[in-house]
T-cell receptor, first 117, second 110 residues
Framework: GAVVSQHPSRVICKSGTSVKIECRSL??????MFWYRQFPKQSLMLMAT?????????EQGVEKDKFLINHASLTLSTLTVTSAHPEDSSFYIC?????????????FGPGTRLTVT | DAKTTQPPSMDCAEGRAANLPCNHS???????VYWYRQIHSQGPQYIIH???NNETNEMASLIITEDRKSSTLILPHATLRDTAVYYC???????????FGTGTRLQVTL
């Protein structure tokens, strides 16, 4: 299957700082990328959907000014958590769909664990 | 999107078949049934999906009832590496976003 990577895998930052998480499709062009958040012992919650070259569509309750998503190329999407606070500590996971993949195929990255102190 | 109901946890002995049920009684005619799994602290992994017919691939089999209100994921010979949370998801069309429920935590034991 296709490969999606995330960087960094773990990050610790201080409260009030911003953190950028990268999501890359390594062997296909990702026309659509999704960002999820997962708190301990909970399920994945979709945060936003981004299409290459377009503004992201955020799910209800997700602050778009706090979670900035950029999908400027067909292989890279970034999520920036601005002015992070301890309650933003979570496991962030991206996934991607691509033009040369079957419609049902959606590949997930390994996740990024964010800890805000 | 249609909601799904799965048992919170199941145990299975290694080498035996693991049968994971899912109820989706409000599924619409154009909604597919997807199964993903998530091994601890990793991203979800696609297993299989189907619309009406039963499906089989190298990982698992998917049995969908005739009325499509429920389905069963079958791992024919479970191994310890199959220990994970298994998510049953219904989604309209094949290119739509996936909404994850609470899933079933499968523990495979020796």
């Amino acid at each position: 299957g296709a490969v999606v990577s995330q960087h960094p895998s773990r990050v610790i930052c201080k409260s009030g700082t911003s953190v950028k998480i990268e999501c890359r499709s390594l062997d296909f062009q990702a026309t659509t990328m999704f960002w999820y958040r997962q708190f301990p012992k909970q399920s994945l919650m979709l945060m936003a959907t981004s299409n290459e070259g377009s503004k992201a569509t955020y799910e209800q309750g997700v602050e778009k000014d706090k979670f900035l998503i950029n999908h400027a190329s067909l292989t890279l999407s970034t999520l920036t958590v601005t002015s992070a606070h301890p309650e933003d500590s979570s496991f962030y996971i991206c996934s991607a769909r691509g033009t040369k993949l079957a419609d049902y195929e959606q590949y997930f990255g390994p996740g990024t664990r964010l800890t805000v102190t | 999107d249609a909601k799904t109901t799965q048992p919170p946890s199941m145990d299975c002995a290694e080498g035996r078949a693991a049968n994971l049920p899912c109820n989706h009684s409000t599924i619409s005619g154009n909604e597919y049934v997807y199964w993903y799994r998530q091994i601890h602290s990793q991203g979800p992994q696609y297993i299989i999906h189907g619309l009406k017919n039963n499906e089989t691939n190298e990982m698992a089999s998917l049995i969908i009832t005739e009325d499509r209100k429920s389905s069963t994921l079958i791992l024919p010979h479970a191994t310890l590496r199959d220990t994970a949370v298994y998510y049953c998801i219904v989604s309209p069309g094949t290119a739509s976003k996936l909404t994850f429920g609470t899933g079933t935590r499968l523990q495979v034991t020796l």
